[in-house]
């Protein structure tokens, strides 16, 4: 699986956008962009994934650059809640089952 | 749905006792489940990948003696630690694949720290 390189930490002020770069230059064609995040002493939660288009969700977009080698996860309008490690990891979901985490960004939403 | 729960969710041991750490599929099932080991500040590491039915398969660096994993049924695969030390204190997360999903997705449980006295 390719590797990621993500910001070690993040703030945000509450309300605002979040916006969480991803660098994955090694990406191969079929590897899909996948986003967790891990609140602070419990097991990481899916948020988003995708190939090669944006994608939305009820918890985050995700914008995928045309040549795949970047991504940002955004959160619209961060809450304290959403304080957290964001792990952003890439592989080939039937290929392999292997989550391969890195240091992941710490993302802190102040008031 | 998706749930995957683990238990105990803490538990404190003198050094060179064993505990057992329970991952169960509370809605689904699950022929592949993962442990997680995640020391403080750090991210997560794959330990082993546990299949029912069969021999789990470790992660290099790994001790398959010391980490002995079972995975007998859809729902339940156990960890347990054996002759536990201080440097095996950490937080054990498990993680589940659901078999029905379309998207191969995998759901973890809410983890389970462990502290070696």
């Known amino acids: 699986d390719a590797k990621t390189t993500q910001p070690p930490s993040m703030d945000c002020a509450e309300g605002r956008a979040a916006n969480l770069p991803c660098n994955h230059s090694?990406?191969?064609?079929?590897?899909?962009v996948y986003w967790y995040r891990q609140i602070h002493s419990q097991g990481p939660q899916y948020i988003i994934h995708?190939?090669?288009n944006n994608e939305t969700n009820e918890m985050a977009s995700l914008i995928i650059t045309e040549d795949r080698k970047s991504s940002t996860l955004i959160l619209p309008h961060a809450t304290l809640r959403d304080t957290a490690v964001y792990y952003c990891i890439v592989r080939v979901p039937f290929n392999t089952d292997k989550l391969i985490f890195g240091t992941g960004t710490r993302l802190q939403v102040f008031p | 749905g998706a749930v995957v729960s683990q238990h105990p969710s803490w538990v404190i041991c003198k050094s060179g006792t064993s505990v057992k750490i329970e991952c169960r599929s509370l809605d689904f099932q699950a022929t592949t489940m993962f442990w997680y080991r995640q020391f403080p500040k750090q991210s997560l590491m794959l330990m082993a990948t546990s299949n029912e039915g069969s021999k789990a398969t470790y992660e290099q660096g790994v001790e398959k003696d010391k980490f002995l994993i079972n995975h007998a049924s859809l729902t339940l695969s156990t960890l347990t630690v054996t002759s536990a030390h201080p440097e095996d204190s950490s937080f054990y997360i498990c993680?589940?694949?659901?078999?029905?999903?379309?998207?191969?997705?995998?759901?973890f449980g809410p983890g389970t720290r462990l502290t070696v006295l």
């Open positions: 090694t990406i191969s064609g079929n590897e899909y």
């Open positions: 995708g190939l090669k």
């Open positions: 993680s589940a694949r659901d078999i029905s999903s379309g998207n191969n997705e995998q759901f």
